[in-house]
């Protein structure tokens, strides 16, 4: 890996999050904003940046790391560069599942009921994929079903949004489908944070496995690795990181296929040695869309998995049309 | 020592035996090459032996079954070489040959020294210094099948199985690898190879292993067991063992009746 990927990603990382502070809505400039962050200069912009705009860059930087890794901890399992969270349904399926809980009025039993839920949807779907996985020959297949189980956990939201009670709940489930950052606190990115930061652990742990995945199932068994162990970890860490992510921020696609596809060349097409750099690529990417959205002069705010699909489903047929197998 | 006994091994699939009652050990200080036909259970045997396939009967390594031990604990003792697949990533040669040490701890990129140093000797064995840098989507197929060897040897277990190592390579490159194999059971290890040519064969292994239909009709030396009676029954051809001082040359006259 080369010495200057993780330190120059991390200085982007801080860029980025910066970036957000200064621009938006009410014009501010550096030394406001840096008075603001350092406890100093006037209430309200304090409020300003510390109550509206650092915790949706934050909020977004999290999400955007936890997908990022999700994909990359997935294509490594399953040795394809389309697999990512979005694209195998597992974003879906957990949207899916906050929005059951916030059509049934569920929400309202605890804080927790929200990121549980999602995250309930997201292991569900990450295990039917690894269970699916065990028995198919062909990764396109596999891949092919996520897309299937994709188009259901869609079609199941329509049928919730088809019987949605008043238009309020409806832009509620709208907002959840698409995607977006906006009006996210701190306490929201707290009660997701234990998930998150369980699945990323586990995943970071058992990362040695993915590159011993390399070779091939047989072949990584026969160097040592316990293929049921990985299978189980990956299931677990990507439910739980792309869960409560999800949680957050509702169904955001493609950024788990577009990080780790840009990091791969440069850590020596290395699953395991991927994971942090597509993490901290994937938190820039997602910051500068969330920019993005904030500053087009759109009537209606763009919702922020608009915009990433936007982007990343042209790379997800290019990276298609271009893969072939490597000897 | 390192020894792999297994005893009655038994695989089917649904109502087919693809193995029956195969016993056979691998211990160090032999060349063991498996032959047979196409579909005769050699690599079920392999993989029966590694516990890797569900089966009846019994494979113990150094006297506990092989299913006992964790995956890890079995690599450190027995190297696996399975059919040669594509990589799923277009690694650098040095960090696939560094796979095999996963076993001992390695986490490629991050090599402790004596982990390292077994690569760099691997790499040399097999004479792939001058591509460790290399993309292995970039290479041939005698190139790589050297990659996966020393990826094999690297693992410094006592014992080996490997399927198929040569299968695709041009007969310099069999002839390259087969002397890798024959160095590292000389410096004391054991391996079993499974091998499509009986020459090679031959050559290379103090024992041979001949299967067919999922049994083994015969396990012994060189002179033993490769007679013309054999090839027949083996894979159905008529064929003349000629003695050279290279070693038996085999010569295939025609198939023989339908077997």
Known sequence: MSRWLLPSLIAASIAALFAACFLGSTPMGVSRVLAALFGGGEAGDAVIIWQIRLPRALAAYVVGAALAISGAALQGLLRNPLAEPGVLGVTATASLGATFSLYYGLTALSVWVLPLSAIAGALAATAFIAIAAIRIRHMVTLILIGVGLASFAGALMSLLMNFAPNPFSLSDMINWMLGSVANRGLDDIALAAPFMIAGLALLFVTRRGLSALTLGEEAAHGIGLDLRRQRLAVIAGTGLATGAAVAIAGGIGFIGIVAPHLIRPLTGHDPARSLLPSGLLGGVILVLADITVRLLPTTNELKLGVVAALIGAPAFVWIAMRRRPHG | ?259
């Open chain 2, 1 to 259: 020592m390192a020894e792999l006994v297994a005893k009655n091994l038994t695989v089917s699939a649904g109502a087919k035996a693809i193995l029956s009652d195969a016993s056979i050990t691998l211990r160090q200080g032999e060349l063991v090459a498996v032959l047979g036909p196409n579909g005769a259970g050699k690599t079920t045997l392999a993989r029966a032996m590694l516990g890797v396939e569900m089966h009846a009967g019994s494979s113990e390594l150094d006297g506990k079954p092989v299913t006992s031990f964790s995956p890890m604990d079995r690599a450190r003792k027995i190297a696996y070489l399975p059919q040669i697949r594509p990589l799923a990533w277009p690694a650098a040669v040095r960090d696939v040959v560094a796979l095999g040490r996963y076993a001992h701890g390695a986490a490629i990129g991050r090599l402790k020294a004596c982990d390292a140093e077994a690569v760099n000797r691997s790499l040399g064995a097999c004479d792939l210094h001058p591509l460790a840098d290399r993309a292995t989507d970039t290479l041939s197929g005698g190139e790589l099948a050297r990659v996966h060897l020393a990826r094999a040897f690297v693992a410094e277990a006592p014992l080996m199985i490997a399927d198929e190592p040569v299968a695709a390579l041009d007969p310099r490159h069999q002839f390259q690898a087969m002397n890798l194999l024959r160095r590292y059971v000389d410096e004391g290890n054991g391996a079993l190879v499974i091998l499509h040519d009986i020459a090679l064969a031959a050559r290379f292994a103090e024992r041979l292993v001949w299967m067919k239909n999922g049994q083994i009709l015969a396990d012994g030396s060189v002179e033993e067991t490769l007679t013309e009676t054999r090839l027949e029954e083996v894979y159905g051809i008529s064929a003349r063992i000629v003695e050279t001082e290279d070693g038996p040359a085999i010569i295939v006259r025609s198939p023989a009746r339908q077997v």
